[in-house]
């Protein structure tokens, strides 16, 4: 067992090289704080859409598009007179989307005869036609149920409730993602170059020529970065809650185990990367590679369910990151404890034990 | 005593490139040994194979009791390898990287701190003692190869090429640390490319691509591989004299070296310099020669080389 004295030698050197430390700890903290003040705080955010109101003396046109806007996320960029020149902003990227209330809106309404409400929408911006469809659903919804009541004619009211909400804030939402992405590249990056350097530099040489066992490389390579890796994590956790409010509605004590085990599990990833890599360059376009399987389909993009089930059993499954987003969430959006995200926990061991037992068993203890 | 290192016709292949071919060859206890060779010979390939670090592909390599690269843990311990580049951490400082070398080696805490300092002290790096490896200059990095690779105590000391491109005070001090330690009782293996170095070695392995040229003492070499002595004649000539020199009987064979401006020079292999020479200028002369200079030649390790890969003599 020499250990000890390869965590010493690799915290000596992590400390010292000043790209491992800003990789590290700087830029964490620094994309969780960027990430806060994007995203953070309360004041709403909205994308601009157009009205073109060819009723204008009606009442209930102008109480539907009351309705539209009270919706989050939406707000009106501008009303024009005429639905061509409504479609011409959506066509040239002015607004995302435009909302055509036809003439005679109230007249018809109010005589019984079916109406149309034209929606136009960007479909080439992400989010924009799911948002502005859903405004425009729901105000209509909400001028029916107030004509209903009006007019004394029946109506289906819609009772609407979240579970685990509503007070979960854009920030809170995206907490999860944004420490799933720097606990899973920072680390893994780290480290699966770590190997490779010491074969670059020739300092493998000698090291191997040591009586030293292919366990005491790995394992204190390992733990140093564990140990490194630490203060990243503790670092953007802490901003997260300390600077930005993110609540925390499990126990923080599970939060931050759960966040140590994935940082474990990626750290042993990229051990096993650096393990089969024969250079720095080489592990380094491995760890991103596989970085981008896990940020497009393991739930960050969309619920893994829309995902093909060839994929999903290929990629998202085997994703350590699939398992930290559940299990983090879990913890701190639902108030789960680390026993009640087990499955995710054993998910993350199982791959962790496999991932780094590799890595010792295929370490090259010879050279050429 | 057991020799403290045996290669048993030791091959080893790289895809389709032969490193080293069926190469025998021991290294008794306490022994200053050269191997000696050209770059591409196969000496560092040799080398690794002694520490362990490359398996070979045929034949057996033991390092005293311990066959390698099987027991290469248990042999390490007794082996202090200096690669030939620097393989020690830029980016620890002089004692640091001997602190962890002597930690991996498992050298008792209550002695490293002496010996290292002893070793800083022997080696001339008391004042780059915290500075960083990466920051001194080529020589001082080469000192701190080989205080580092005797900080278990090694019996035996393998070093690749620990002299090439350092200047020729070091050189000097470097050969001076290798005699010291070989009369301390330490068993040396020195791979060099200079052949002038070797002369400092007591037995010397001659390799050239790959084979095993020669073996054995300095001067049993030299005696091997020209099976004679030289000559060197410089003659004035228009023509080149090659018919002339071909017929004296006492030359066994003879190299034009340089020749121009009136002048050529000549080697002659004869069988004792001393006693050819004055038949060599009679001979030259009753055929009609002009003579500007002739004298015997110092062999030198590396005309044996020559010789023994063909260059001369042939």
């Known amino acids: ?368 | 005593m057991r020799p403290a290192v045996v290669l048993e016709n030791v091959t080893k292949r790289f895809e389709d490139v032969v490193a080293v071919d069926n190469l025998s060859f021991w290294v008794e206890q306490g022994e200053l040994f050269g191997l000696l060779g050209p770059n591409g010979a196969g000496k560092t390939t040799t080398i690794r194979m002694i520490c362990g670090l490359l398996e070979p592909t045929a034949g057996e390599v033991w390092v005293f009791n311990f066959r390698q690269p099987r027991d290469r843990m248990a042999a390490s311990k007794f082996i202090g390898y200096m690669p030939q580049h620097f393989s020690l951490y830029e980016d620890l400082t002089v004692y640091e990287n001997m602190m962890f070398f002597a930690s991996v080696y498992g050298v008792p805490y209550s002695v490293r701190r002496e010996r290292i300092e002893k070793l800083i002290d022997r080696f001339l790096l008391t004042e780059f003692r915290d500075k960083l490896a990466g920051q001194l200059s080529g020589g001082t990095k080469r000192r701190l190869a080989l205080a580092t690779c005797l900080v278990h105590n090694p019996p035996l000391v393998i070093l690749d090429e620990p002299t090439a491109g350092i200047d020729p005070h070091l050189r000097y001090l470097f050969w001076r640390f290798f005699e010291e330690l070989r009369d301390e009782g330490v068993t040396l293996i020195v791979t060099t490319h200079y052949m002038d170095e070797a002369e400092f070695c007591e037995r010397l392995a001659l390799m050239r691509s790959g084979h095993l040229i020669a073996l054995g003492t300095p001067e049993e070499i030299k005696r091997s591989a020209l099976r004679g002595e030289l000559i060197r004649v410089t003659v004035r000539t228009s023509r080149l004299p090659t018919r002339a020199i071909a017929n004296l009987r006492c030359v066994r064979s003879f190299e034009l070296v340089s020749a121009g401006g009136g002048q050529a020079t000549y080697v002659l292999l004869v069988e004792d310099a001393g006693r050819d020479l004055i038949e060599v200028l009679r001979g030259l002369e009753a055929q009609g020669v002009r003579l500007l200079s002739i004298e015997p030649i110092y062999i030198s390790l590396e005309d044996a080389f020559l010789a023994l890969t063909g260059g001369l003599a042939r």
């Open chain 1, 1 to 368: 067992m020499r250990l000890w004295p390869v965590i010493a030698k690799e915290l000596k050197q992590l400390m010292r090289d000043p790209r491992s430390l800003l990789m590290n700890v700087a830029m964490p903290l620094l994309v969780m704080l960027m990430f806060g003040a994007g995203y953070g705080g309360h004041q709403t955010r909205a994308i601009p859409v157009a009205v073109a109101n060819l009723d204008p003396q009606g009442d209930l046109s102008w109480e539907l598009i009351d309705y539209i806007f009270q919706a989050p996320g939406i707000e009106p960029g501008c009303y024009v007179n005429s639905e061509e020149e409504a479609v011409e902003l959506v066509r040239r990227g002015e607004v995302y989307g435009a909302i055509i209330i036809p003439e005679h809106f109230t007249e018809d309404l109010k005589a019984g005869r079916k109406v149309y409400v034209k929606v136009v929408v960007d479909a080439a911006a992400p989010f924009a036609p799911t948002i502005i469809n859903s405004a425009v659903t729901n105000a209509l919804y909400n001028l029916q149920v107030s004509i209903a009541e009006d007019y004394g004619t029946v109506a289906v009211v819609m009772e609407q409730e979240t579970v685990y909400g509503p007070s979960i804030t854009t920030m809170e939402g995206f907490t999860p993602i944004t420490m799933g992405l720097l606990l899973y590249l920072v680390p893994m990056t780290l480290i699966s170059l770590s190997l490779c350097r010491e074969r670059e530099r020739g300092t493998y040489e000698q090291l191997i020529m040591a009586p030293i066992s292919r366990w005491d490389i790995v394992g204190g390579k390992f733990a140093a970065y564990t140990i490194l890796s630490m203060a990243n994590m503790f670092g953007t956790l802490g901003v997260a809650i300390l600077v930005f409010n993110v609540r925390v509605r499990g126990p923080l004590v599970d939060l931050v185990a759960f966040s140590l085990l994935f940082l474990v599990c990626s750290l042993s990833l990229g051990m096993f990367i650096s393990v089969l890599s024969k250079n720095q360059l080489q592990a380094l376009g491995t760890s991103i590679f596989l970085f981008i399987p896990s940020l497009l389909f393991a739930g960050i993009i969309s619920p893994v369910e829309y995902i093909s089930p060839a994929v999903r059993y290929a990629i998202t499954y085997t994703s350590p990151m699939y398992y930290f987003l559940r299990g983090f969430r879990a913890i701190m959006l639902k108030g789960y404890t680390l026993l009640d995200v087990w499955q995710e926990c054993l998910a993350l061991a199982i791959m962790t034990v496999v991932f780094f037992s590799s890595a010792v068993v295929l370490l090259r203890m010879k050279l050429g």
